[in-house]
């Protein structure tokens, strides 16, 4: 046999045997401002993904900072969004419920959104979700509708209403995130898990405004999670009843002296003393007051926190971290 037949066959053998054992790349889509990725845009990447997919589509952002009003539609299943580095990843706008649009409207809250996350099961990690409109009134940097939205060593960045956890039907897993605001900025109707996380109180306001549905059991949890932030002291309440059957919950956090002594406000509206579910369990740090907290909240057991606040039982089922 000719030998330089055999060299060729063993090299092709090689070659193929070399392309098989290549493992795949860990991302499906590279974004960069500077060309040197699949794409130049958040939006171009999330747009390419096949609509319906079954399988995770992951998309890796460089640094930068992207001036861009983002939309993951509903039809985008299982997409990942993962940032190069969270202080130096960041997806920004600059829109608020008062400017207005293209007809003369104003766009309102849930039209200043700079990020909106419909589809299901989305991840992010080391990304910086950021509104720059300032202290104009409501301007959302997030807004997660999608069910089982996870969001890891992220940042919002904002003033009023920053976090946007839309959605009754949502189940929304934040951990160790970085959120930051003024007036009511977590705020919706999701179930929302927030665990290890650390919130920043600008100024003064209100940390939470839930709109819990009264059909759904859990609202907001907060687990082992850091307040504090450069506000005056005692100019925080940890939050106040957006709709009657607002559901919030601190266990085991750490509160800062911007959190007031009685803790919770009524938005006055006295009913909602009686319908909303407001809980504290071993609270921390200079915030933490048990004995002037308004008598309708409440100090859970630990046997209540032991029986119904695990991750399983709140997101009933679902486990963010498999």
């Not at 400017?99 to 992010?124: C, L, M, R």
């Not at 406000?265 to 369990?281: G, L, R």
Request: with cysteine.
């Amino acid at each position: 046999m000719n030998t330089r037949w055999i060299c060729s066959l063993v090299v092709l053998w090689c070659c193929s045997f070399s392309a098989i054992a290549q493992p795949k790349t860990a991302y499906d889509f590279v974004v960069a401002q500077d060309g040197s990725g699949n794409f130049t845009t958040v939006q171009e990447a999330l747009n390419a993904v096949p609509d319906f997919r079954k399988a995770t589509t992951t998309i890796f952002i460089k640094n930068g900072v992207y001036k861009e009003k983002l939309n993951l539609s509903s039809s985008k299943h299982l997409v990942t969004l993962i940032g190069e580095s969270v202080a130096n990843t960041i997806l920004t706008y600059n829109d608020w419920a008062q400017k207005k649009n293209i007809f003369g409207e104003e766009k309102g809250t849930s039209g200043s959104s700079s990020f909106y996350v419909y589809g299901p099961q989305f991840t992010a990690q080391n990304i910086t979700f950021q509104n720059t409109a300032g202290p104009v009134g409501q301007a959302v940097a997030l807004f997660v509708a999608g069910d089982k939205a996870r969001f890891i060593n992220c940042r919002m960045l904002g003033f009023q209403d920053t976090l946007y956890t839309y959605g009754y039907a949502s189940r929304q897993y934040y951990y160790k995130c970085y959120i930051e605001g003024t007036v009511d900025f977590i705020f919706g109707s999701a179930t929302a898990v927030f665990e290890d996380c650390e919130i920043f109180c600008k100024k003064a306001g209100y940390v939470t405004a839930a709109s819990t549905p009264d059909s759904t059991q859990y609202g907001y949890v907060f687990l082992n999670t850091r307040i504090h932030g450069d506000a005056p002291e005692n100019s925080f309440y940890l939050g106040r009843p957006w709709r009657p059957y607002a559901k919030t919950v601190f266990i085991n956090c750490d509160l800062g002296k911007q959190i007031k002594p009685e803790g919770w406000h009524n938005w006055n509206k006295s009913d909602a003393e009686k319908t909303s579910f407001y809980a504290e369990y071993q609270s921390k740090g200079l915030g933490a007051n048990n004995n002037a907290r308004v008598k309708w909240s409440h100090q859970l057991t630990a046997k209540e926190v032991s029986e119904n606040y695990t991750l399983e039982k709140i997101f009933n089922g679902w486990k963010p971290m498999e």
